[in-house]
């Protein structure tokens, strides 16, 4: 039972566009949202979160958009850059219990 | 200030050995998790340890097993190892405190089971 979903598993954006990455939740538990970013050969890097009282949260070039009712948040990034090009995670956790990641989703970022 | 840490950094294993992957956490971290990830897939779940105590177990077979020791380290160890546990097994970190629950990854024990 995947309880987070990435649907797209890869995309492709123009270097300077915006890159908007999808991902959708079944657990009305979760409270707490977490997207990571995951180069070749490396852990996951903690990019951005978002607790379940917020609707938006920004921090730099990364805002990550919850919309409870529909049980979808996504990861706007603008601009986007050639070094954003990673796999991006989306993950959720229920007080603090265990996060639970999507399968992710592959950016590319052309320049 | 060092990341996390994992060792040994790749590992392969014959059916039926033992594994025993070892992790030291961000200074100061407290809280240590386990994640495996199988190729196509996201991390999953498998413990989490906080102050010694685990606080959280995944949907993995008792032949997982870990603990954390005083200085906040701790050990992830696989029984009878079957093919299907071959993944990069990855370590977190965090403070656990208040809303802050951002993990920090170490970059992972690759293990082949053959």
């Known amino acids: 039972d995947q309880q987070v979903k990435q649907n797209s598993p890869s995309l492709s954006v123009q270097e300077g566009r915006i890159s908007i990455l999808n991902c959708d939740y079944t657990n009305s538990m979760f409270d707490y949202f977490l997207w990571y970013k995951k180069y070749p050969a490396e852990g996951p890097t903690f990019l951005i979160s978002i607790s379940s009282i917020k609707d938006k949260n920004e921090d730099g070039r990364f805002t990550v958009f919850l919309n409870k009712s529909a049980k979808h948040l996504s990861l706007h990034i603008v601009p986007s850059q050639p070094g954003d090009s990673a796999v991006y995670f989306c993950a959720a956790s229920a007080s603090y219990q265990k996060v639970t990641f999507g399968t992710g989703t592959k950016l590319q970022v052309i320049p | 200030d060092a990341g996390v840490t994992q060792s040994p950094t790749h590992l392969i294993k014959t059916r039926g050995q033992q594994v025993t992957l070892r992790c030291s956490p961000i200074s100061g971290h407290k809280s240590v998790s386990w994640y495996q990830q199988v190729l196509g897939q996201g991390p999953q779940f498998i413990f989490q340890?906080?102050?010694?105590?685990?606080?959280g177990r995944g949907n993995f077979p008792d032949r997982f097993s870990a603990r954390q020791f005083p200085n906040y380290s701790s050990e992830l160890n696989v029984n009878a190892l079957l093919l299907g546990d071959s993944a990069l097994y990855l370590c977190?970190?965090?403070?656990?405190?208040?809303?802050?629950?951002?993990?920090?990854f170490g970059p992972g024990t690759r293990l082949t089971v053959t």
């Open positions: 977190a970190s965090s403070l656990l405190s208040g809303t802050s629950y951002e993990q920090y």
């Open positions: 340890y906080y102050e010694k105590e685990e606080r």
